[in-house]
């Protein structure tokens, strides 16, 4: 089954400032609580580079290996991974000018999950991307040039 998982946030601060904090993935420990440790350049990604981030789960450690699968600079910047754990993960992630600075919505999605979350397993993801995008936001906005 396809099960995909949206959420926005409007951040005082230029597109291209969101795009190239979130497509640089040293960034990530800074706003995701279970990324840990990232090998990829000090730069924002290109379509076809690869990273690896390691996640802290409930279960241990998970290595990812992901592949940019698209970027515009300044609107649209796009990942892939496969896992073991639960098939393909992708995150999409578009920057919008706004009157207020950038409208940056986040989607995960798995294409081929084997079966939907459960409703507690759902409700766990959601407060994750939220917190996710809420970090995104302080930390953009602290560090304005």
């Known amino acids: 089954m396809r099960f995909s998982l949206t959420h926005h946030i409007v951040i005082a601060a230029a597109p291209e400032r969101?795009?190239?904090?979130?497509?640089a993935p040293l960034?990530?420990?800074?706003?995701?609580p279970a990324s840990h440790a990232i090998d990829a350049p000090a730069r924002a990604l290109e379509a076809g580079e690869e990273f690896q981030e390691r996640w802290h789960t409930r279960r241990g450690e998970v290595i990812l290996n992901w592949r940019v699968t698209a970027s515009?600079?300044?609107?649209?910047?796009?990942?892939a991974a496969e896992t073991s754990f639960i098939g393909r993960i992708c995150g999409e992630y578009h920057f919008d000018a706004v009157t207020r600075g950038t409208r940056y919505t986040r989607t995960i999605i798995n294409p081929d999950r084997a079966r939907p979350p459960t409703r507690e397993q759902m409700a766990a993801i959601d407060d994750e991307a939220r917190l996710c995008l809420e970090n995104t936001r302080r930390c953009l906005e602290q560090k304005r040039a």
């Open 18 to 23: 969101c795009y190239d904090y979130i497509a």
């Open 27 to 32: 960034s990530w420990p800074e706003w995701h």
């Open 72 to 79: 515009t600079r300044p609107g649209f910047w796009a990942i």
